[in-house]
């Protein structure tokens, strides 16, 4: 079940329990079921305020064509794609880091000027733009860069190191809250009735274990898959 289906079945199940709502629907108007399926279609969980600042902003241009190129190449040296999953141009990380700046105008000086500094430095360095530069001498520009004092407070930190940690720190993000970046992960959300303790290759990292007297007492492989049962009084049978 995908996203949006989730959200029709949770308004589905919220409109079965209310009461009184059927009689409120007038003679030749759409079912209750149907118009709350078609706002879950049209909402997605935003609210009409959202959906039209989404809109407003998705009309704007922050980056010019250029300016997105770059983005792209220095996503990938950030972030290299995997042949397997994808990369940050498949998960759309360029028109999140865009989506972003324009959301956040405060980001926007620092998008921008870092985007200027790196083309500058390019051509100071090798006579020709960041994006046609080989991933070797991409990385003499970014590696001075990438690694900053954490004792330094972030406002008192060169321009370009700001830059970048912010710019780092988008495609990241776009990345791993994407489709591709979260089945990247392997992340799974809850699972009910199943639990098994912290993961035992965790475990191994810090040196850890559970006693399995304890473990045997806490979870019942045999019962894993039962479905609990309760009287009319709220009572646990089993």
Known sequence: MDRRQSIQ???LGAGAISLGLQSCVGEGEPELDQQIIDSADNYFGRTPEELERIEKLNAEALFTTHELETIAVLSEVILPPKPEVGGPLEAGVPEFIEFIGKDIP???NTLLG???WLDSTSNELFNTEFKS???DL???ILDPIAFYDPEIPTRERPFEIQWFSLMRNLTLTGYYTSEL???DLGYKGNQPNVWDGVPQDVLDQHGMSYDPEW???CIDQNTRGDIATWDENGNLLT
Do not use: E, F, V
């Open 215 to 217: 473990i045997a007492k």
């Open 138 to 140: 991409q990385k003499q």
């Open 133 to 135: 530069l080989s991933l």
């Open 114 to 116: 870092g985007l200027l």
């Open 181 to 183: 970046g979260i089945k």
């Open 106 to 108: 405060r980001m926007q």
């Open 9 to 11: 079945t949770m308004l």
